[in-house]
């Protein structure tokens, strides 16, 4: 099992790599991106 210490931490690294793959995929849109960004909001993480 992982422990995550740092929840917001985790998901700013994520969001991070995310949106560094996009650039290099055709599976990661803008749009997901997006979508991603609006999860976060709606959570205001």
Do not use: C, R
């Amino acid at each position: 099992m992982i422990v995550i210490d740092n929840y917001k931490d985790f998901i700013k690294t994520y969001t991070q790599n995310l949106v560094a793959d996009s650039k290099n995929s055709t599976e990661i849109t803008e749009k997901y991106i997006k979508i991603w960004i609006e999860i976060l909001s709606e959570h205001k993480l």
